[in-house]
């Protein structure tokens, strides 16, 4: 059963950095696709970030720069380094697979980042 937990996530003031860990398991996590969104307040989710195996690591045009996505296929471990946060930024991160981007049950429960003064 996939599984997928995030942490990481807090309140940072702007122009701070964090980074976002997403733990999976139930599957093997070298052999996926992986994806962040964000969920603003009162909004939908919006894609943030996709690493894929073989083609690289792909960026919204809002965080290129500034966020970089990583995984560690050892630890079945995603990453999402965010720098030079901005209030814009603020949401909550939910990892997943990217086949199960319509399968909302298989996101992990998300970590809430908020960037404010």
């Known amino acids: 059963q996939v599984h997928l937990v995030e942490s990481g996530g807090g309140l940072v003031q702007p122009g701070g950095s964090l980074r976002l860990s997403c733990a999976a398991s139930g599957f093997t996590f070298s052999e996926y696709d992986m994806t962040w969104v964000r969920q603003p307040p009162e909004r939908g989710p919006e894609w943030v970030s996709r690493?894929?195996?073989?083609?690289?690591?792909y960026y919204a045009d809002s965080v290129k720069g500034r966020f970089t996505i990583a995984r560690d296929n050892a630890k079945s471990t995603l990453y999402l380094q965010m720098n030079s946060l901005k209030p814009g930024d603020t949401g909550l991160y939910f990892c997943?697979?990217?086949?199960?981007?319509?399968?909302?049950?298989?996101w992990g429960q998300g970590t809430l980042v908020v960037v404010s003064s």
């Open positions: 997943f697979r990217s086949i199960d981007y319509d399968h909302r049950e298989h």
């Open positions: 690493t894929v195996n073989i083609t690289g690591t």
